[in-house]
């Protein structure tokens, strides 16, 4: 069947949230809420180092902290919206863990591959040969539905092709806890197998599963819309740990190096 491919690519922004996307990020940079490591700008923001997973696929998926103390951590975005990433890796697949602090998340689509962008979500691309072309897009709600696909080439000319899953992929939503029972927002947890990777047409250039010391490129994102299903644009928050220079977090210029290391001895 020939797949479904759209020349806008995803997160399939209106004509206009591209430009709100770039405002955002100038604005919020301004601010100083564009959240980069200390002493850097987003041309050289440092590499994300992926650590060797030392639990079980189950535990890292249940989102249990002793799990993911080995793992380092990157922050973005405004308060009180900030979004925690980290990952690790084993030699079945790479493991992905977002904490989204969200005092009201919300959802109304419930079906795989509907256009969740245009609601609440957490993203990840990840470009495995570092060409910016067939890269792999996840995003995941709060209610756990995903949407992702294969992004066939960036801005400006997106196209993707929404009709590509990634074989084997496993995600969990669980709830944030803060101070004593306090919920202060969601956690996504994700498995992504390395043979789902390797259908990927990225994937012939490279070695997947990756060796130690390779380093793939990517970026992630949040979307957050506190206006609630009724006014999804109001004060939408766009927010990329790398900020894009252009209208669209599809900049490929703006990805990261992904290092993955070898076990600690």
């Not at 690519?9 to 591209?18: H, R």
């Not at 294969?150 to 969990?172: F, H, V």
Request: hydrophobic letters at 45%; proline letters at 9%.
């Amino acid at each position: 069947m020939k797949p479904r491919v759209s020349s806008r690519g995803a997160p399939f922004e209106p004509c206009d949230e591209g430009s709100a996307i770039a405002l955002l990020v100038a604005l919020l940079a301004l601010a100083g809420l564009v959240v980069t490591p200390a002493g850097t700008s987003a041309a050289d923001a440092p590499a994300y180092t992926v650590a060797t997973a030392t639990a079980e696929r189950a535990t890292l998926l249940a989102a249990d902290e002793t799990a993911w103390a080995g793992a380092s951590a990157i922050a973005w975005g405004p308060a009180p919206y900030e979004t925690r990433f980290r990952a690790v890796w084993s030699p079945s697949g790479l493991f992905l863990r977002f904490d989204a602090n969200d005092p009201s998340p919300w959802h109304t689509m419930n079906r795989r591959d509907e256009h969740l962008w245009d609601e609440e979500v957490v993203e990840i691309f990840i470009d495995l040969d570092r060409s910016g072309r067939d890269y792999y897009e996840l995003e995941v709600n709060p209610a756990n539905v995903v949407c992702d696909l294969r992004m066939i080439s960036p801005w400006p000319d997106k196209k993707g092709d929404i009709d590509w899953n990634l074989a084997g992929l496993e995600t969990r939503v669980h709830a944030l806890g803060g101070a004593g029972a306090e919920t202060r927002g969601w956690t996504t947890t994700a498995f992504l197998p390395w043979r789902g990777l390797r259908a990927l047409p990225s994937a012939g250039k490279v070695a997947v599963p990756p060796k130690p010391g390779d380093a793939w490129r990517f970026n992630v994102f949040r979307i957050e819309r506190p206006g609630g299903p009724k006014s999804p644009e109001k004060d939408a928050v766009f927010a990329a740990w790398s900020p894009p220079s252009v209208q669209s977090f599809h900049d490929a210029g703006a990805f990261r190096d992904l290092v993955f290391v070898s076990p600690a001895k």
